[in-house]
Each structure stands twice: as C-alpha cells, then as structure tokens.
C-alpha cells in the first residue's frame, strides 16, 4: 500500500459559470521512500492534486487515500493533517509573529515539539540564519521561502507536500534547498511540483498532468 493513493480522482470546483473540471480521472501511487515530481502547465490541476491529499477538496469521483484514510474521514482527518508538511505557494506565515514564533505556532498546532539547535542548523544551511527573529514582511521573497520550508521542515513532517519549492530563489539557495531535499528523500516520501531540472533528477517517479489529465508516467 502507498503513503498516497489516487485512483480516478476527479475534481471539480463549483463556480457562477457552473464549475472547472480540474482534475479527471488521475491515478497513481507515492511510495514510503519516493519522491514523486509533478509536472505541468499553470492551471493544469497540480495544487489541486496536494489539496485532496490534505483534504481541502473532495472527489467528485474516485478514491484518495491517505497514509491508509480517507483524509475527508471525520474521525482520522486531523491525525492524518498533522503528519503532513505543507509548503504552499502563497505561504502561510502569521505577520504578527516572527519566523521562530511561527514554526512554534506550527509545531504546537500540529502537536509537535521543536529543538531549537536543529531549527537553528537548519537556519544557517538555508541561508537565514539572521531572520529568525524578523517578521515575514521584513524579509525578501526568497527569504520568506525559505523561511516557510524551514517552518514545513522542523517538526519532523511524515510526508512532505512541496508546491514550487525552488521558486523565487537565486542558483545558489535553490542547489541547497536541493540538496537538503535529497538528504531527506527515502526517509520522508514527498511531492513536489516544479519545473525545474534538478528536482526532475532528484524525484524517483514523474507525472506529467495537463489539463486534469495525466499524460505521461515515468520511473527513473
Ligand atoms: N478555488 C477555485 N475555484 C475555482 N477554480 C479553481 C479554484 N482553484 C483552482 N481552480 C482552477 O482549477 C484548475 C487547476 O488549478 P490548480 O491550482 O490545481 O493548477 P496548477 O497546475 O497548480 O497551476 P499553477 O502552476 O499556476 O499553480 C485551474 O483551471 C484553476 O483556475
């Protein structure tokens, strides 16, 4: 059994014209120890595969599963939400905390303690080491990346949910977040979706998604 598992998943969002289709029909499975890349032109329906993956949105038809539940299932959704890391695009930093108080925030919310000296290592590998205690709206938008996946990173997630990780960052910040992905993958599964090549090289599995559809599958 996968950590995840679509089988045809369709989904639609409702809207005043009567709704997109944005997923149709997609199947595949994650590994405990994969890391699967997907790929695909904006709109194509990648965000919505990690929002029914945690829930946000539901079947139209097909199956989710996750870590073996249903994550639209009353009684295992939250234990199943809190297993799973999730950097979003847009992020979800609170800007009346800093960026020490919102990994807190996250952690305790998702019923996690954090060690402050691995947070710290994490800091200085990541390139902000000094922003910590700065608000998100002090910091640049490649800084505030990082700060987000460090956030996602720090309370030990049992799967990871990665949208555009590399995104916003020069060469030099995106080779690290690389290769603190690749020191992570076969112990924490994880999807990312992204375009660029070094993820592509780094994930063990591929899928190609363009308008809801999959249209291409490899195994490295
Ligand atoms: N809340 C929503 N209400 C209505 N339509 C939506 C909603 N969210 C997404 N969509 C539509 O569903 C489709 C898939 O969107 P999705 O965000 O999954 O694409 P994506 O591949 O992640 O795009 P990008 O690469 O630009 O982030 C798009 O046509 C989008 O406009």
Known sequence: MGVVEFEDVFVKYETYTGGVLALRGVTFSLGEKEALLIMGP???GKTTILKA??????PLHGSVRVFGTEPNDEK???EVRRKI??????GTMIKELTVWENALFYARGRRKSLDEESV????????IGTVL???????????????ELLMVLS????LLLLDEPTSMLDAENAETVVEILNEIKGRIPMIITSHDPKLVELSDQTLKIVGGNLVEENGH
């Open 42 to 44: 904006s709109g194509s």
């Open 53 to 58: 993956i945690l829930g946000l949105v539901q």
């Open 76 to 78: 295992r959704a939250l």
């Open 85 to 90: 890391g999730y950097l979003t695009q847009e």
């Open 120 to 127: 710290r290592k994490l800091a200085e590998r990541l390139n």
């Open 133 to 147: 205690d700065k608000h998100p709206n002090q910091l640049s938008g490649g800084e505030l990346k990082r700060a």
């Open 155 to 158: 309370d030990n997630p049992e």
